[in-house]
């Protein structure tokens, strides 16, 4: 699979190792997000790359010290007595430009938690000043950004620059593996914006195979993926799990997940904050609502990945176990083409936020649910709208309804869109833009459709 994506990230690495200065940077990001992909790419030939296990701390360092003598020959026949020494004698080795990383660095902070110190008291050194760029890299995401970031960090805002490597975009998911729209769309429900789950999807005829082969498998790749990705950054992936299952299966009120917990809501807060903080869960706030103080706030799973998993593989783990097919294709026949039809309308929402859509500019798009009194109508009933935005002078409002299925009417679910916009509270007043976002186009076509290859060039 090629390099896609990632072109500021790269451009702005190379800008700072080739500073005068020595330059001190963290890149940091969920496991598999392709860190270290990223770091291959900007290194030269002989620069230092040190890859960190969670050996006893005189092994990790016994290992650094014979990568270093690919570079310094001889600096292994040293015995070094702890990393301030080994570090020091890196230092006076250098006579010109070199950078040095190390990668998975809070498995050599867990046997020598001293580390961020002894670092800062070589970039703080005077006398004897850093001569290489240091890169620090880890998929602990918390540690990561609390080593530049906690004022009772010894590393605190001494950082050159800080990368956060975010999930890519899902338009690049179709170079990465030249599929057509609806293809991305429906890969992209899977396996989100990582990268190595693209990779092994390469590998694959179809998305279907895949799904066999690296989640619906003991001996699959992904089989326990949540259990590594919690790993880094979670003292307790019971209860993270328990949660995470719970809202993939439908659950998105707190009082409902702490019932299904059988737990107070207050003993959720912090593993409920945590996972929103490592953006494994999100809330889903209706359109207009204050995300501090509405009470109508929903827990969902903010990976496409991590949602498909919870939905699936727990409620059939004993038949994965069994190698039982038949129950797991009867489970994707009945809910994949929904949970597509979820991502596509999270897919849909981003391409109108920001984005300029019939000559107007829109702000975040959102959901909206709540009760509608719908003219020629006797009493209010329930209203869930898929894409809700307005724009960014106040005047107009998008209303959007998102269908992942075939052979609709345009015509008859515009009528349809237009009558519950038209009762709104927040429309009154606005020029009212409606759209269908639709896999293919539909029946009467109404000239407002947009399909997947509109959506993903606004991505």
């Known amino acids: 699979m090629e390099f896609v994506d990632r072109q500021k990230e790269q451009q702005r690495l190379k800008e700072l190792l080739h500073r005068d200065s020595p330059q001190f940077i963290i890149v940091r990001g969920r496991r598999r997000i392709g860190k270290s992909a990223l770091i291959g790419r900007v290194l030269d030939d002989d620069d230092i790359y040190y890859e960190a296990d969670r050996t006893a701390a ?24 702890d990393w301030k020494a080994l570090l020091k004698a890196l230092n006076h080795r250098v006579t010109g430009p070199l950078t040095v990383c190390l990668d998975e660095f809070p498995y050599l902070v867990e046997n020598t938690s001293a580390l961020p110190s002894i670092m800062q008291g070589l970039l703080d050194d005077v006398k004897e000043p850093l001569r ?29 620059s800080d990368f956060n490597m975010r999930p890519i975009a899902a338009p690049f998911l179709s170079e990465a593996l030249n599929l057509d729209p609806q293809e991305t769309v429906e890969n992209y429900a899977l396996w989100g914006g990582v990268p190595r789950y693209w990779k092994l999807r390469e590998g694959c005829s179809s998305l279907r195979e895949a799904i066999d082969t690296h989640i619906f498998s003991n001996l699959g790749t992904l089989y326990e993926e949540p259990h590594h990705l919690f ?27 702490a019932s299904r917990c059988n737990e107070p809501a207050t003993n959720l807060s912090r593993p409920l904050a945590k996972l929103l903080d490592l ?47 038949l129950p ?75 269908k992942w299925t075939t052979g609709e009417n345009g015509r008859l679910l515009t009528n349809q869109l237009e009558k519950i916009a038209k009762s709104l509270p927040f429309t009154q007043g606005k020029q009212l833009i409606l759209k269908l976002f639709t896999k293919t186009r539909p029946d009467e076509d109404q000239g407002n459709s947009l399909l997947p290859a509109d959506v993903l060039g606004l991505l």
């Open 58 to 81: 005189s092994n990790q360092m016994r290992v650094f010290s014979q990568v270093i003598s690919s570079r310094f020959p001889g600096f292994a026949d040293a015995v070094y007595a």
């Open 279 to 325: 953006g494994y869960l999100e809330k889903d706030i209706p359109f207009g609502e204050s995300a501090k103080s509405s009470k109508k706030s929903l827990y969902q799973i903010a990976d496409p990945f991590l949602s498909f998993y919870y939905k699936f593989v727990p409620a059939n783990r004993s038949f994965i176990e069994m190698d039982r097919r």
């Open 132 to 160: 290489y760029n240091l890169i620090l890299c880890g998929s602990s995401q918390q540690m990561m950004y609390n080593l530049t970031h906690d004022e009772s960090s010894p590393l605190f805002g001494r950082d050159d």
């Open 328 to 402: 797991l294709e009867s489970a994707l026949d009945s809910q994949l083409s929904s949970h597509i039809g979820y991502w596509w309308e999270h897919l849909c929402r981003d391409a109108v936020s920001g984005n300029r859509i019939d000559g107007i500019v829109f702000g975040k798009a959102s959901r909206w649910w709540g009760k509608v009194l719908i003219e020629g109508e006797e009493k209010p009933r329930d209203i869930e709208l898929d894409l809700v935005a307005e724009s960014i002078d106040g005047k107009s409002m998008l209303i959007g309804e998102c």
């Open 231 to 257: 790993r880094d950054d979670i003292k307790n992936p019971v209860k993270t799990s328990t949660i995470m299952s719970i809202v993939g299966n439908g659950v998105h009120r707190l009082s409902e997940i």
